[in-house]
Structure formats: structure tokens, C-alpha cells
């Protein structure tokens, strides 16, 4: 089955600065990747998405990035503000007669003012 | 209602209780997921949901957990004889995706067990 693994652990960020979270995943049949931001006590969510048929998306300070041949992916965060911190979770999913998400371990994010 | 909607948000439960857990998914959403997320870990398939088709309960831990979705809507997630390793969020989800489709998933706020 698909495995997902995720890094760092912990990031700690100025705010202004970037951050980057990287993924690799096992399967290369896997086709869609979200990212989903999940504040302390609160329902992850959506925050950015890429299929395998693109090799990088952006929405304002998000974008990521698709390594297929690698099977790697990575969120870019520019300008990082407090509002930022979170821990975030990419996901891999290799549909098999549905969306079946597998998560990384997630990544805390630390933005300093 | 706006969003997926989950209760009890907290749950305790002495071992060996049989637990259950509500999912209110968003209204015409065909799709519905439990997960399970343990502490510091990302979210874990447990079941998925296709109207009241339950078509993958793969990740279901043991025998002694059971989810229903009887009409294609509201979905419980039932835990036997609970015991310490349950302890966890059960987040459920729902979605507009079907079949090969991809889309965003939408979480509730979770039920968080802790069994004693």
C-alpha cells in the first residue's frame, strides 16, 4: 500500500521568511496530493491540492511542487505570518474506485513575530 | 448545516464500554470517511461510505468496530468493549467526490475518546 512520509517534524520560521515541507510518497500510482492545515483543537482543511498531471500549483503565498519521477512533493509557504503556525499534513491518494487519502505525520509550523 | 458535523465532540469511556460516535456529513455529499488520528499523528483511514454503500473497511482496527451510513446520510461509528488503545480522534469527513473523482475532503471537528 501507499506510504507517505514527511519532513521535518517541527519547523520554526521568522515571520516574513519561507518555509518549506517536503513529502515523498511510496506509490507511483497515486494521481492527487492535498495539503491540509490543521490549527490546535480545529478540523484539518484544505489549504492547496496538485495532480499528477502538473507540476507545480500557486495560490497567493502557497504553492507546491510534484517531483513525479522522484515521487516527491513540496509546500511553499512565502512570507510566513503568526496566522501561519499550524501543523500541516500533505496527503497521497492512488484511487482504487475512490479517493482513499493517506496522510503524512504532519509538520508544526512555528511562525515568530 | 454549513459544515460536517460531529458528536459528542468528548467522549469517556471506562474499558470494556461500547461506544458511538455521529456523523453529519454536508447535505448531497456522496462520499463519506472516518478517520482515526492519534496524538501527534496525521489523520488514518478507517472506512469509506458511497451513499450507504460501505466499499472499503480496511483500515477498521478490529472486530469490534462497526460503522453504518443506513440512509446515505448520517453515519455512526460504533466501538465495542473499548479498550485503552482507542483512545484517539475519530474525524469524519465527507465529500462531492465519487468513484475517480478527486475533490476536497471536509472535515468535522472530530470526537475525541479517551477511554480510562
Known amino acids: 500500500g501507499e506510504n507517505v512520509e514527511q519532513h521535518p517534524s517541527t519547523l520554526s520560521v521568522q515571520e516574513g521568511d519561507s518555509a518549506v515541507i517536503k513529502c515523498t510518497y511510496s506509490d507511483s500510482a497515486s494521481n492527487y496530493f492535498p495539503w491540509y492545515k490543521q490549527e490546535l483543537g480545529k478540523r484539518p482543511q484544505l489549504i492547496i491540492d496538485i495532480r499528477s498531471n502538473v507540476g507545480e500549483k500557486k495560490d497567493q503565498r502557497i504553492a507546491v511542487t510534484l517531483n513525479k519521477t522522484a515521487k516527491h512533493f513540496s509546500l511553499h509557504i512565502t512570507e510566513t505570518q503568526p496566522e501561519d503556525s499550524a501543523v500541516y499534513f500533505c496527503a497521497a491518494s492512488m484511487n482504487t474506485g475512490f479517493q482513499k487519502l493517506v496522510f503524512g505525520t504532519g509538520t508544526r509550523l512555528l511562525v515568530s513575530p | 448545516g454549513a459544515g460536517v458535523s460531529q458528536s459528542p465532540r468528548y467522549k469517556v469511556a471506562k474499558r470494556g464500554q461500547d461506544v458511538a460516535l455521529r456523523c453529519d456529513p454536508i447535505?448531497?455529499?456522496?462520499?463519506l470517511f472516518w478517520y482515526q488520528q492519534a496524538l501527534g499523528q496525521g489523520p488514518e483511514f478507517l472506512t469509506y461510505f458511497q451513499n450507504e454503500a460501505q466499499l472499503d473497511k480496511s483500515g477498521l482496527p478490529s472486530d469490534r468496530f462497526f460503522a453504518e451510513r443506513p440512509e446515505g446520510s448520517v453515519s455512526t461509528l460504533k466501538i465495542q468493549r473499548t479498550q485503552q488503545e482507542d483512545s484517539a480522534v475519530y474525524l469524519c469527513?465527507?465529500?462531492?467526490?465519487?468513484?475517480?473523482?478527486?475533490?476536497?475532503?471536509?472535515f468535522g471537528e472530530g470526537s475525541r475518546l479517551t477511554v480510562l
Open positions: 447535505s448531497g455529499h456522496v462520499s
Open positions: 469527513a465527507s465529500s462531492l467526490a465519487r468513484g475517480f473523482d478527486t475533490g476536497e475532503l471536509f
